[in-house]
């Protein structure tokens, strides 16, 4: 039985689907079935560490917040992520208990509050490109612009409507509660960390923690997470069960397994989409770059499948 | 050095004073006043476990819930539960590591989503009297209450907006993270747990773990964390230096160190106010009866003073 220490990194819409309008019913529901996936590897013998991104959930809390600013103040994006590794965590401690259980595993769980070290000279915070929270009107868009000091972009041209804030997404660089997580996976804990990416903060001039009105990639805070825990394998979940090559094409190519090379040429050919399958594909090659091991993306529904070397796109050295 | 472990648990209104609107500023402030003198009583060889209340910050949440519901759905009490718990831990652990890093101590800190266990066997469940949420109209309180279940009441006569949302508040159980936080407590992390009481859950049929809507009493939580860890003594901060009798009186006493019995009888007396120092008069003798050892009562100033015998009001067997 392996006692391999896995990563697995699962996107924000794994637990909000995009046609749900996002009640806590729909989400349980969600991460009722990730759970369960995930509640198979660690029968299968792994020992778990899980991270997840908060993007819908932030983005439906951001909008509270500023609905309700007549009444009590907003809090700061800092605090909304805290706020959604609150919700998403429990979501799946509570679903992932139940499942071991049912599958005869009492294992013990632990959602750690999570803060991870960005810089502030990272050139991100030159031209912030990541939107978040609510769609406004030019005119709105600007006015929270010169009361809050927000960078605010259009990024839906052409509706009434077009205008977000925008904050950087600069690199993660360490995790700072990397011992409190050490201590749990020593002690058998299943361990869910860094959601959203974690809650950016820098170091201040007086020691400190400052928290930073940023959003860390999940998927990049995923890798720093893995190489703080020294784990043996790192694992995206997303919608497919392979990384394709000539995406829609008739010729196109569903990956089995590539070596770091092979990853590179393809991201150097433009074979992976920015947005979403690239930054993928490069935290995986970091983990394999740093660790020698492999790094997988494929389904939730086929992960132990994957795991075991039977299907899922496995990058290798 | 003493190496006993203590369980500190703060009121909510020490995070969000009655006369702020509760910026995250202002609340960062209040913790790091909190943050500083808990730091002390690290510094001075305790082993600690920090549990807090979060009435403000779930008021809040609420109320941005409601402001926000014809764009995105509320999410129910127990997700807002969990939210400020990531929301006020993630303060208490940033502001804890600065202290302590400043008075020299680089210390493993963890904020712990936990889940505390109620049952709907509880009487509270017949006759709820705990309100959370914002105040409504007659009118609006009993459309909510036919659309959702809800049971209202009116909690302030005489005003236009004199309802409210009423929840139980149930005994709490059992800590369903308990071993979790046991596995950090003997790795010798600093804890930050069960905040706001705890996130309230009853075994469903199927074995999983269900959330209730429902406010567990942070000091009655505070007391079955001190179970779950064993701990040496449990400390309730608020206010006041000491527990008074004949308060407000040309008589007022302050206590310094009191028996059960003597407890019990000044309880009995009516010498404590229900809602505010009788609970958590109660949580410590449920502590002293059950553990043999001290539990006190003081505020936040004092804290490490109190837990040295020289000051705040202990209560022994």
Redesign the interface.
Known sequence: MSRELVVIALGGNAIKQASE????EEQMKNVDTAAEQIAKISMAGYKILITHGNGPQAG??L??????S???????L??VG??????V???F???L??HL??MGKDA??????T?VEVSSDDPDFQDPTKPVG?FYTEADAKNHAAEKGWIVKEVKPGVEKSWRRVVPSPEPLSI??E??IN??L??R?IVIAAGGGG?P?EKGK????V?VDAVIDKDRAGFKLSQAVKADKFMILTDVENVYVDFNKPNQKALQEITLNEAQSYLDDGQFFKGSMGPKVEACMRFVKWSGREAIITSLDKALDALQGKTGTRIKK
Chains 1, 2 share one sequence.
């Open positions: 309008i996002g009640t806590t439906a809390l909008i509270q917040q500023e609905e309700g007549s009444l009590v103040p907003p809090q700061t800092t605090v805290a706020m959604t590794q609150g919700q965590g429990w979501m401690q509570n679903r208990a139940y259980k049912k013990p769980i632990c959602s750690v509050i803060q609510p700072v509660e011992r409190a201590s749990l020593v002690e804990v809650i903060v007086d020691g400190s923690w928290g």
